[in-house]
């Protein structure tokens, strides 16, 4: 019996023929092939799959445990949270990884399209980092902060220059989670203000404090969590109530209809009209801070109207808060226009908090302020034992060099505007591409059941394209309030062949799964 070729053979959405989807080209693609076609009785060739594109590195061998032997510590020893968000229902046993590639403990070899959760920002192992690690472990691995160590001056200094005054004070912290419990114990104290703001959607840390600021419910338990933290309506052009096809800041916008006129937004009006009306009814007349993003990440690169963060950081200083910006993921050159994502959209927040990327997956964060606040914050005594660690600020130092030296920010505009564009091709081309949208290389594509309706296509959809993505050598993120964004948020050293050889990859698996339904 042979398969049937589900091609529809058809105009697309948008009324024009597809020359791959038409009767003429499916004739002459299955003429002395095994696949019948439901039009023209002939038959498919077996897809031909993309090819990984060469890489001049040898990995070790693996010489440890067995894959089951693995999965049985996993599951009885280690937090039982990693069981739940092992992504793959073939879990991928990862032994070692070198720049953009990754290497499980068979020696199949991946490309890194997800970064260790946008976390490895200039490559695994980069050679010049590596080097700075092994120099530095010879020397010092640890003091506190109560001594005076070069690596933890020096590194402060080289981060503030980046940032625009007056954000010039420096905090070190372990992770991203403590780095926003941080900035709201600071916006607290310095306003004598509480409540504090976060978007729908939003994803600020696992930590107790930041579990507040985190607007989802899958990170929530059922105990008291909020602690004065309230959320307004994310300004979402594609899902929201209200969006267009000029309000991002994007290379690529959304397929929704607009009629502003020029230099205007009304969709960017209707978003502040919900956050004045969250003043006038869930806070009181003073606040302590307006917390976002300036790219959501977890939610799957969701972008703002362009002028959103700017009216909204008037509207919370008029309140007598603060702003702050959360930059984990949006930080070091990512977006690519800017190093940081903030200057993205023209403001200047108060804090700013930052990890990932900041020393490359090694354990850190930071937290960058004012002088005035930091004065604020100086009245109690607050101690970090791992804060300003000499390894982990001349992992940090050597990664920010790298950056710069290596052009990666720009790289990542370079590369990442060609995704963009590249993938709102794919937009164009199937109906379950709802969306594409970022800057640099923090990408989402959001996966709908079709482009009228916006319906999150269903987790086993996504789980199918997911897996197909993996086993042709791609490792890519979710994310998305309902799970239904792939993540694209590749280390900054990537190519134009690796976004290739990605692009191939994830047309192929799309198109697998558009046959099988």
């Not at 691995?141 to 070069?150: C, D, G, L, R």
Request: hydrophobic share 35%.
């Amino acid at each position: 019996m042979h398969k049937v070729c589900s091609r529809l053979h058809g105009p697309t959405l948008f009324g024009k023929m597809d020359p791959w989807n038409s009767l003429d080209a499916c004739v002459k693609f299955h003429k002395g092939t095994g696949v019948l076609c439901q039009k023209s009785a002939v038959k498919h060739p077996p897809p031909i799959l993309p090819q990984i594109p060469p890489f001049d590195f040898k990995p070790e061998p693996y010489q440890g445990m067995s894959k089951d032997r693995l999965l049985d510590i996993r599951k009885h020893n280690c937090n039982p949270m990693t069981m739940k968000v092992t992504y793959y229902k073939k879990p991928v046993f990862i032994n070692q990884g070198y720049m953009q590639w990754l290497w499980d403990v068979d020696g199949k070899r991946y490309l890194d399209f997800f970064a260790g959760i946008v976390t490895v920002s200039v490559g695994h192992c980069n050679t010049k980092v590596t080097e700075t690690i092994e120099k530095q472990l010879r020397r010092l691995w640890h003091t506190t902060a109560i001594y005076v160590n070069p690596q933890m001056q020096e590194y402060a200094e080289k981060l503030a220059s980046l940032l625009p005054d007056p954000l010039k004070v420096v905090c070190f912290t372990n992770s991203g989670s403590e780095a926003n419990d941080l900035a709201v114990l600071m916006a607290r104290l310095h306003t004598g203000n509480f409540d504090v703001i976060t978007l729908r959607g939003s994803y600020h840390g696992g930590s107790p404090q930041a579990i507040g600021l985190t607007s989802n419910t899958r990170y929530k338990y059922h105990i008291p969590t909020t602690m004065g933290c309230h959320n307004t309506m994310c300004p979402d052009v594609f899902r929201g109530l209200w969006g267009g096809s000029h309000c991002r800041d994007s290379s690529v916008q959304t397929i929704r209809e607009c009629s502003c006129s020029p230099g205007h937004c009304q969709a960017n009006d209707m978003y502040i009209r919900e956050l004045k009306e969250m003043f006038a009814t869930t806070v009181p007349d003073r606040i302590a801070a307006f917390f976002t993003e300036p790219i959501q990440g977890n939610s799957g690169a969701v972008q703002f109207p362009k002028n959103y963060l700017k009216d909204a950081y008037q509207l919370v200083r008029e309140k007598g808060g603060i702003c702050i910006a959360d930059e984990v993921q949006t930080g070091f050159g990512r977006t690519g226009s800017h190093f940081w994502g903030f200057q993205g959209h023209n403001v200047l927040p108060d804090i700013v908090t930052m990890a990932k990327g900041i020393a490359n997956g090694f354990p850190m964060g930071a937290v960058v302020t004012t002088a005035e606040i930091a004065r604020s914050f100086a009245k109690g005594l607050h101690f970090n034992t791992f804060g300003g660690n000499p390894l982990a600020c001349a992992v940090a130092s050597s990664v920010l060099d790298t950056i710069i030296e290596d052009k990666m920010q720009e790289n990542s505009a370079e590369v990442g505007t060609y995704l963009l564009t590249e993938l709102a091709k794919l937009r164009d081309k199937y109906e379950i591409i709802g969306d594409v949208r970022g800057k640099g290389l923090q990408i989402g594509v959001e996966m709908v059941k079709d482009k009228a309706s916006r319906d999150p296509l269903p987790s086993e959809a996504m789980a199918e394209i997911f897996e197909d993505t993996k086993d042709m050598g791609v490792l890519i993120g979710k994310g998305g309030l309902y799970g239904q964004t792939f993540r694209i948020k590749p280390p900054m050293c990537i190519t134009k062949d690796d976004a290739d050889f990605f692009l191939a990859v994830f047309n192929q698996a799309v198109q697998n799964y558009m046959e099988r339904r």
